[in-house]
């Protein structure tokens, strides 16, 4: 049982918008920021989002991140097949002193 | 180009160790605390265990603590993780990851069965 809350799948056509919540506590998504990461099996995460919103050089604005209280948003934009991955949120929890993480977003492009 | 290079892992029996390093380069190894993070097969990732850079500090999974040590050598910017009373449930896919700037490693695979 992770602590962050994520939907298992999401699914959309090439070229349609997705969006995908992350679901927390005031003790992490509340007052930390939160990451999100794009990971493909055999490989490094690779972070997509940091301080909530921004987005690391080399990272498409097709890409963008949201927070509202104790939940985080990411949304995708064009999806293009290469975007199928499993995505997570991230952040620090202050009661754990841990790194805390979705259980993953399995995203496929239909 | 930063890198995070880890090695170590493999095929271990139940109540075994292993030790687990990771060589960074590319950064200034000595001012970021480092993490390792795993994930089980099936399973999203989970947090396992952080040093301070000094390696003073050291923060551990309530999963982990008393089996793992986080440790690391500035002087050859590698971090470690000594995994000991290793069990089935400790199979997983373990990364390397700078916690201040948020690199990660490829990873590197450990099993734990008889």
């Known amino acids: 049982q992770s602590v962050l809350t994520q939907p298992p799948s999401v699914s959309a056509a090439p070229g349609q918008k997705v969006t995908i919540s992350c679901s927390g506590s005031?003790?992490?998504?509340?007052?930390?920021?939160v990451s999100w990461y794009q990971h493909l099996p055999g490989t490094a995460p690779k972070v997509l989002i940091n301080?909530?919103?921004k987005r690391p050089s080399g990272i498409p604005d097709r890409f963008s991140a949201s927070k509202s209280g104790t939940s985080a948003t990411l949304g995708i934009t064009g999806l293009q097949t290469g975007d199928e991955a499993d995505y997570y949120c991230?952040?620090?929890?202050?009661?754990?002193?841990?790194?805390?993480f979705g259980g993953g977003t399995k995203l496929t492009v239909l | 180009e930063v890198q995070l290079l880890e090695s170590g892992g493999g095929l271990v029996q139940p109540g075994g160790s292993l030790r687990l390093s990771c060589a960074a380069s590319?950064?200034?190894?000595?001012?970021?605390?480092m993490s390792w993070v795993r994930q089980t097969p099936g399973k999203g990732l989970e947090w396992v265990s952080t040093?301070?850079?000094?390696?003073?500090?050291?923060y551990y999974a309530d999963s982990v603590k008393g089996r793992f040590t986080i440790s690391r050598d500035n002087s050859n910017n590698t971090v470690f993780l000594q995994m000991n009373s290793l069990r089935a449930e400790d199979t997983a896919v373990y990364y390397c990851?700078?916690?201040?700037?948020?690199?990660w490693g490829q990873g590197t695979l450990v099993t734990v069965s008889s």
């Open positions: 005031s003790s992490n998504i509340g007052n930390n920021y």
């Open positions: 990851r700078n916690s201040g700037e948020d690199y």
């Open positions: 301080e909530n919103n």
């Open positions: 040093v301070g850079g000094h390696g003073d500090d050291t």
């Open positions: 991230g952040t620090w929890d202050n009661s754990l002193s841990a790194d805390v």
């Open positions: 590319g950064f200034t190894f000595s001012i970021y605390a």
